[in-house]
């Protein structure tokens, strides 16, 4: 199940270090190629040799060799893994990682990497509960690492309490889960909307909302990531555009419309996250509007096209993800429009509560389906709920 993958085992200094060769034992056994990097202190604990002998490959300890081959090792070991874990994980690497600190290996190498992460901390329960790395697993989790949590129970000082390595079953089975799916949407083609379209009013005015594009971008960047090829069709924000992805820059809705009808015939899906304006101004003016004597201004709106309506209407096989932004009665809403927009899945979120939706980095969602409510989905970051929502959209493309 994990023939052809190769895993970075990052092992930092705790004594659940032993555990960390089960681990690797356990990974071989179902195909991985292990490569272990170790942060000194973890060589307190095992010795590079234990790791050496069982995976068969070097043991990777110092930033600094003087041997060092072509490549810049922290750079060509995150280039050669799948995936990466931390097992254990103290709360040293996790509070390191959570701050962009690169001062060995590990550490240098986490932050040079561009494939999933997964951590599994292991410390004494008040460290583990202290609000520093509370606050950083949090960070960890918005940089859409994994964390798998620690467990209940005797800890090596003595005390109970949570900081337990998880079980290695769990660990094995949570890799082999996050490796099965990172690419389960190869030879899959999915546009994605994000942000708020801007509807000119005269050249210097428009008309918006408060979208920033965290949820569409998150999403793009959770299909790149699966393999899927992607094309993101999005209002103007302030954020990176994502790499790897077939990226359309639009400014209003009817931009937006066109944009969308050159790759819907070729797709296998679409997933509106965008906050397309439903009005703009009737009668767009090219010079700047100036002030009249009696010091008001009406401006006269018209609708805009349905986007995703339209798309429901001439759907063949494609299937439709729409968002649903309420600000009341979010279940019933969201039924409504998944019935009038012929959509096959939407993610509703109540967007009048405070830290979730617009501009936030968490969300809070609803996935419905037509039949009904699929999945609640509570507040975590918006890279999290789009790793799920992607999981339904393969659930509903299988
Ligand atoms: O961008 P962020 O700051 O991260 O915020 C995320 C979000 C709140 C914008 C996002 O989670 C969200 O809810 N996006 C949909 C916003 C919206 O327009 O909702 P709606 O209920 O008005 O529209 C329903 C669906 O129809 C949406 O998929 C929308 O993209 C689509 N639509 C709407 C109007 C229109 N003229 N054409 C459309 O295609």
């Known amino acids: 199940m994990l023939k052809g993958k190769t895993i970075i085992l990052g092992v930092s200094g705790s004594i659940a270090a032993y555990k960390a060769v089960d681990i690797a034992r356990r990974l071989i056994r179902d195909g991985a190629t292990v490569k272990v990097v170790m942060t000194s202190s973890a060589t307190k604990f095992v010795t590079p040799l234990t790791f050496r002998t069982l995976t068969k490959q070097s043991v990777a300890t110092e930033l600094f060799t003087e041997n060092s081959k072509s490549k810049i090792c922290h750079i060509s070991l995150s280039d050669e893994a799948d995936i990466i874990l931390v097992a254990p994980a103290t709360a040293n690497i996790i509070n390191k990682t959570a701050n962009g600190v690169a001062d060995d290996l590990l550490s240098t190498t986490l932050l040079a990497a ?23 697993l949090n960070r960890l989790k918005a940089f859409g690492f994994r964390v798998i949590e620690p467990t209940l129970g005797e800890l090596a000082c003595g005390e109970e309490g949570v900081g337990r390595l998880a079980e290695v079953d769990t660990i094995v089975e949570v890799i082999k889960f996050e490796t099965a799916k990172e690419k389960d949407l190869k030879n899959r083609s999915v546009v994605v909307t994000a942000g708020g379209t801007r509807e000119e009013i005269d050249p210097v005015r428009y008309i918006s909302n408060r979208s920033s594009g965290k949820m569409g971008y998150a999403i793009a960047n959770e299909l790149t990531k699966r393999g899927a090829k992607t094309t993101l069709i999005s209002a103007p924000t302030y954020l990176p555009t994502p790499q790897n992805v077939n990226f359309i820059s639009v400014s209003n809705a009817s931009d937006m419309q066109r944009e969308m009808l050159q790759y819907f015939d070729k797709c296998d899906a679409v997933i509106m996250a965008a906050a397309v304006a439903d009005f703009t101004p009737a009668e767009p003016v090219s010079k700047k509007i100036k002030r009249n004597k009696t010091g008001n201004f009406s401006l006269k709106l018209k609708s805009n096209p349905d986007i995703i309506k339209e798309l429901g209407r001439i759907k063949k096989k494609q299937i439709l993800i729409g968002f649903a932004a309420e600000t009341e009665d979010l279940i019933e809403n969201a039924r409504k429009k998944i019935e009038e927009k012929n959509l096959d899945l939407i993610i509703a979120n109540d967007v009048s509560k405070p830290e979730i939706g617009f501009e936030e980095d968490f969300n809070e969602v609803t996935i419905l389906n037509k039949k009904g409510i699929v999945k609640k989905v509570p507040r975590m970051t918006k890279r999290e709920i789009a790793r799920i929502i992607v999981d339904k959209l393969v659930d509903v493309l299988d």
Do not use: G, H
């Open 114 to 136: 561009d494939v999933p992460i997964i951590f599994a901390p292991a410390m004494n329960s008040k460290m583990y509960l202290s609000e520093a790395t509370q606050k950083s």
